[in-house]
Protein backbone atom coordinates (compact mmCIF):
# COMPACT_ATOMS: atom_id res chain seq x y z
CA UNK A 1 0.00 0.00 0.00
CA UNK A 2 1.27 3.47 -0.53
CA UNK A 3 2.68 6.15 1.74
CA UNK A 4 3.01 9.45 2.37
CA UNK A 5 4.97 11.79 4.75
CA UNK A 6 3.25 15.23 5.98
CA UNK A 7 4.29 17.85 8.30
CA UNK A 8 2.15 19.99 9.93
CA UNK A 9 4.46 22.70 9.94
CA UNK A 10 4.66 25.48 13.07
CA UNK A 11 1.94 27.51 12.15
CA UNK A 12 -0.52 24.10 12.62
CA UNK A 13 0.64 23.37 15.95
CA UNK A 14 0.48 26.97 17.31
CA UNK A 15 -2.87 27.45 16.12
CA UNK A 16 -4.21 24.65 17.20
CA UNK A 17 -5.10 23.06 14.75
CA UNK A 18 -3.06 19.14 14.81
CA UNK A 19 -6.15 17.81 16.05
CA UNK A 20 -8.69 19.07 13.25
CA UNK A 21 -6.00 18.37 10.56
CA UNK A 22 -5.51 15.07 11.79
CA UNK A 23 -9.00 14.08 11.80
CA UNK A 24 -9.69 15.43 8.12
CA UNK A 25 -6.90 12.45 7.12
CA UNK A 26 -8.88 9.88 9.58
CA UNK A 27 -12.26 10.96 8.32
CA UNK A 28 -10.68 10.23 4.64
CA UNK A 29 -10.16 6.94 5.98
CA UNK A 30 -6.25 6.70 5.14
CA UNK A 31 -4.36 4.42 7.93
CA UNK A 32 -1.95 7.15 10.44
CA UNK A 33 1.41 4.50 10.19
CA UNK A 34 3.50 7.08 12.09
CA UNK A 35 3.23 10.07 14.31
CA UNK A 36 5.41 12.18 16.29
CA UNK A 37 6.60 16.01 17.47
CA UNK A 38 10.28 17.08 16.42
CA UNK A 39 11.71 20.33 16.79
CA UNK A 40 13.66 21.02 13.18
CA UNK A 41 17.65 22.16 13.02
CA UNK A 42 18.69 23.36 10.28
CA UNK A 43 20.59 20.68 8.74
CA UNK A 44 17.03 19.09 8.51
CA UNK A 45 15.63 21.71 7.31
CA UNK A 46 18.23 22.01 4.68
CA UNK A 47 17.82 18.41 3.40
CA UNK A 48 14.72 18.17 3.07
CA UNK A 49 14.49 22.00 1.56
CA UNK A 50 17.57 21.22 -0.66
CA UNK A 51 15.69 22.17 -3.86
CA UNK A 52 15.52 25.71 -2.79
CA UNK A 53 18.88 26.64 -1.35
CA UNK A 54 19.52 29.79 -3.84
CA UNK A 55 16.36 30.66 -3.53
CA UNK A 56 15.60 34.48 -1.63
CA UNK A 57 12.82 33.31 0.70
CA UNK A 58 15.14 30.14 2.15
CA UNK A 59 16.57 31.98 4.97
CA UNK A 60 12.88 32.34 6.02
CA UNK A 61 11.73 29.00 5.22
CA UNK A 62 14.69 27.97 7.57
CA UNK A 63 13.38 30.24 10.21
CA UNK A 64 10.04 29.05 9.73
CA UNK A 65 10.39 25.88 9.68
CA UNK A 66 12.15 26.20 13.61
CA UNK A 67 9.66 28.37 14.97
CA UNK A 68 8.07 26.19 17.18
CA UNK A 69 8.04 22.06 16.98
CA UNK A 70 6.62 20.13 14.28
CA UNK A 71 4.30 17.23 13.83
CA UNK A 72 5.56 14.84 11.66
CA UNK A 73 2.50 12.26 10.04
CA UNK A 74 3.20 9.22 7.99
CA UNK A 75 0.17 7.96 6.03
CA UNK A 76 -0.86 4.94 4.35
CA UNK A 77 -3.58 4.31 1.63
CA UNK A 78 -4.38 3.71 -1.78
CA UNK A 79 -2.82 6.70 -3.89
CA UNK A 80 -2.31 8.24 -0.51
CA UNK A 81 -0.12 10.93 -2.30
CA UNK A 82 -2.49 12.11 -4.92
CA UNK A 83 -5.50 11.77 -1.99
CA UNK A 84 -3.36 14.24 0.62
CA UNK A 85 -2.45 16.57 -1.74
CA UNK A 86 -6.02 17.11 -2.54
CA UNK A 87 -7.00 17.23 0.96
CA UNK A 88 -3.79 19.66 1.38
CA UNK A 89 -4.75 22.07 -1.31
CA UNK A 90 -2.79 24.47 -3.37
CA UNK A 91 0.67 25.09 -2.68
CA UNK A 92 0.10 28.84 -2.43
CA UNK A 93 -2.92 29.61 -0.15
CA UNK A 94 -4.28 32.20 -2.53
CA UNK A 95 -5.30 29.50 -4.90
CA UNK A 96 -5.85 26.72 -2.67
CA UNK A 97 -10.34 26.17 -2.89
CA UNK A 98 -12.46 26.28 0.55
CA UNK A 99 -12.96 23.12 2.30
CA UNK A 100 -8.80 22.15 1.55
CA UNK A 101 -6.89 22.44 4.62
CA UNK A 102 -4.73 25.56 3.31
CA UNK A 103 -7.36 26.61 1.83
CA UNK A 104 -9.17 27.24 5.57
CA UNK A 105 -6.45 27.45 7.28
CA UNK A 106 -3.38 28.79 5.24
CA UNK A 107 -2.52 32.71 5.41
CA UNK A 108 0.27 32.89 2.70
CA UNK A 109 3.03 31.13 0.68
CA UNK A 110 5.26 31.04 3.33
CA UNK A 111 2.74 30.08 6.49
CA UNK A 112 1.19 27.52 4.70
CA UNK A 113 0.41 25.23 7.52
CA UNK A 114 1.31 21.83 6.19
CA UNK A 115 3.49 19.81 4.01
CA UNK A 116 2.43 16.37 1.86
CA UNK A 117 5.75 14.78 -0.28
CA UNK A 118 4.66 15.23 -4.14
CA UNK A 119 5.42 11.49 -5.26
CA UNK A 120 5.90 7.66 -4.30
CA UNK A 121 9.17 8.11 -5.10
CA UNK A 122 9.99 11.43 -2.85
CA UNK A 123 7.39 9.84 0.08
CA UNK A 124 9.91 7.00 0.42
CA UNK A 125 13.04 9.63 1.13
CA UNK A 126 10.96 11.87 2.85
CA UNK A 127 9.29 9.17 5.11
CA UNK A 128 13.29 7.59 5.51
CA UNK A 129 14.38 11.46 6.49
CA UNK A 130 11.64 11.93 9.73
CA UNK A 131 11.03 8.67 10.50
CA UNK A 132 13.44 5.41 11.84
CA UNK A 133 12.28 1.84 10.62
CA UNK A 134 10.68 0.88 13.86
CA UNK A 135 8.88 3.91 14.30
CA UNK A 136 6.81 3.25 11.09
CA UNK A 137 4.24 0.43 12.31
CA UNK A 138 2.38 -2.13 9.98
CA UNK A 139 -1.31 -3.42 11.56
CA UNK A 140 -4.33 -4.22 10.12
CA UNK A 141 -7.72 -2.46 11.27
CA UNK A 142 -9.53 -5.24 12.56
CA UNK A 143 -12.25 -3.23 15.33
CA UNK A 144 -14.04 -1.69 13.02
CA UNK A 145 -17.65 -3.02 12.08
P1 LIG B 1 6.04 22.89 0.83
O1 LIG B 1 4.91 22.06 0.34
O2 LIG B 1 6.59 22.60 2.18
O3 LIG B 1 7.24 22.78 -0.23
C1 LIG B 1 8.04 23.86 -0.61
C2 LIG B 1 7.80 25.06 0.25
O4 LIG B 1 8.45 26.24 -0.15
C3 LIG B 1 6.35 25.39 0.17
O5 LIG B 1 5.59 24.42 0.83
C4 LIG B 1 6.31 26.79 0.74
O6 LIG B 1 6.20 26.77 2.14
C5 LIG B 1 7.69 27.31 0.37
N1 LIG B 1 7.61 28.34 -0.66
C6 LIG B 1 7.39 28.15 -1.96
N2 LIG B 1 7.40 29.36 -2.58
C7 LIG B 1 7.64 30.30 -1.64
C8 LIG B 1 7.75 31.72 -1.66
N3 LIG B 1 7.63 32.41 -2.79
N4 LIG B 1 8.00 32.35 -0.50
C9 LIG B 1 8.14 31.63 0.65
N5 LIG B 1 8.04 30.28 0.73
C10 LIG B 1 7.78 29.64 -0.41
Known amino acids: MQKTLILLKPDAVQKS ?3 EILSR ?5 LKIIGLKMIQLDDAVIGEHYDFLADKPFFPSIVSYMKSSPIVALALEGHEVVKVVRQLCGATNP ?19 IIHSSDSEETAAKELARFFKAGELHSYERTLID
Do not use: H, Q, W, Y
Not at 25 to 29: L, N, P, V
Not at 94 to 112: H, Y
Open 17 to 19: LVG
Open 25 to 29: FERKG
Open 94 to 112: ADALPGTIRGDFAKSIDNN
